[in-house]
């Protein structure tokens, strides 16, 4: 067997192999004796059979291990002559030529290699950042929100008009023409003005109407509508307003924040340091989703270079090509599907994404090793099925869908990339709001070091006594 190998990079080699005839033969032999000793062929017992005749009858299979079997000891032996281990190389190599030449073979292949990610200039990456401090202001905007959340309906007062914001309490009755239409009645149903709960220009059309006032709306449904005998239509709804309900006033004192946090011993001040925690933590996440993970992935990329397995760039690529062939319509797709060209074009098109998509996967990888960041296969379960209940869909369904799809791979690695990203940002803001902290607070000098070693001397025996008395007390 002669055989050429070239390492091409860290991540991609290429290797060449000429299998004589002599090994082909001799595997041959060896494998057909192999054959003949398993093969059940009529007339003979099992394992009796000439050889002569289990060649002939198993001539397709024989050949085909024969071949497969030369390609792995090609393959072994590239690795060896390349001083690869089998634990670096990424999947099976792409058999990139496979001749017949006589009794010789000729065979070419790529390996791709897991790549060396150095991540000594990670950290650099993530962007100065700091998040934003509630205002005094914006917390008592979101307490009184919560009060008003918290607050119980009360019937406003017979001169009152419906206003946006209210709860009318409604009888009604829908017409298409002159026929009433089916679930288009209620009596008693309490509407949020507001809301959008019902079809556009219903809840508006309210609006001012008094206590016990009837009136005739109009209203036109949704083209797209479920109810296709709906569908487009015009109805006419009757409306009896029964009554308007107005949010009830709450005080806003250390009741209120005791019945909110389940606490004995909370406080209105308590209720608020926790709504400005909540909203600190909102300002982080929408600053982080919104700003600095874009930021810092595109400052990664930049930043951490190295080669790249070309095989698995080719996979990403053929992923991202499956992925646009889905948002094309049937005729688009059939179009799509028989220009060679145009695949090729957009093949190419995608190669860059594909790149970056590579690149982080491999960072990502690399970081959760460095840092013990993982992602557990029940916490994406997890994850889908409640995305899936969010978006009112069946979560049972979801995760069958994406386990058949085999995309569970691809939404653990996201969540990984996520919860990567996060900790890096976290890192760096928690570190220089530390250091801001120390800054901010006043350095004291000797004089004032002295000024209060003489003030506190004389007042810490009058405190204890004072407390002494107290418990005597």
């Known amino acids: ?87 670096d190389v990424l999947g099976n190599p792409a058999i990139t030529k496979f001749e017949r030449k006589g009794e010789e073979i000729d065979v070419e292949f790529k390996i791709s290699l897991a790549p060396k990610v150095d991540l000594s200039k990670l950290k650099s990456c993530v962007p100065d950042a700091k998040v934003k401090e509630p205002s005094l202001k914006e917390i008592d905007e979101r307490l009184d929100e919560i009060a008003k959340a918290q607050a119980p309906l009360v019937e406003a007062k017979a001169t009152a008009k419906l206003a946006e914001g209210d709860t009318a309490n409604i009888d009604f009755e829908g017409f298409i023409g002159d026929k009433a ?83 004995a011993d909370a406080t209105l001040q308590t209720l608020k340091d926790q709504i400005k925690l909540q909203l600190q933590n909102e300002a982080r996440v929408k600053l982080y989703n919104e700003e600095l993970k874009p930021k810092l992935v595109e400052n990664i990329l930049e930043t951490i270079k190295f080669d790249l397995p070309d095989l698995i760039v080719e996979q990403e690529m053929n992923i991202l090509l499956n992925n646009y062939a889905r948002t094309l319509t049937q005729e688009e797709f059939e179009k799509f599907q028989n220009d060679s060209k145009a695949i090729e074009e957009k093949r190419k098109e995608l190669e860059e994404e594909a790149r970056k998509s590579v690149r982080i996967t491999f960072i990502v990888d690399s970081a959760s090793k460095e840092y013990g960041v993982q992602v557990q296969d029940n916490e994406v379960i997890q994850a889908l099925y409640y995305e899936a209940m969010m978006a009112g869909q069946n979560p049972k369904a979801t995760l069958e869908f994406y386990q058949k799809q085999n995309l569970l791979p691809a939404v653990k690695m996201a969540m990984l990339e996520d919860r990567i990203l996060t900790m890096l940002l976290d890192e760096k803001i928690n570190t220089a709001s530390k250091s801001e902290d120390k800054e901010t607070k006043p350095k004291a000098t000797k004089a004032t070091k002295e000024s209060k070693e003489g003030e506190e001397k004389p007042k810490k025996a009058p405190a204890k006594k004072t407390a002494t008395k107290k418990e005597e007390k």
């Not at 192999?34 to 024989?62: D, E, M």
């Not at 709306?217 to 509508?225: D, L, R, S």
């Not at 109810?227 to 309900?245: M, P, Q, S």
């Open 1 to 87: 067997m002669s055989l050429k190998t070239q390492r091409v990079n860290d991540a991609n080699a290429i290797a060449s192999s000429t299998i004589s005839a002599e090994l082909v033969d001799k595997k041959s032999q060896a494998i057909t004796q192999q054959f003949a000793k398993s093969v059940n062929i009529h007339g003979f017992r099992k394992g009796k059979a000439p050889v002569s005749i289990v060649k002939q009858r198993y001539a397709k299979q024989i050949q085909q291990e024969v071949e497969q079997e030369a390609v792995r000891e090609s393959f072994q032996q590239a690795l060896k002559d390349l001083k690869i281990e089998q634990k």
């Open 181 to 263: 239409f089916e679930g288009g009645k209620a009596e008693g149903f309490d509407l949020v003005i507001g809301s959008n709960q019902f079809i556009a220009g219903f809840e508006p059309q309210l609006i001012g109407m008094k206590k016990g006032e009837e009136k005739d709306i109009k209203v036109t449904f949704p083209e797209n509508y479920q109810a296709k005998d709906l569908a487009g239509k015009e109805a006419t709804f009757k409306i009896k307003l029964n009554a308007i309900k107005v949010k009830d006033e709450v005080k806003l004192d250390d009741e209120m924040a005791k019945k909110l946090l389940n606490q």
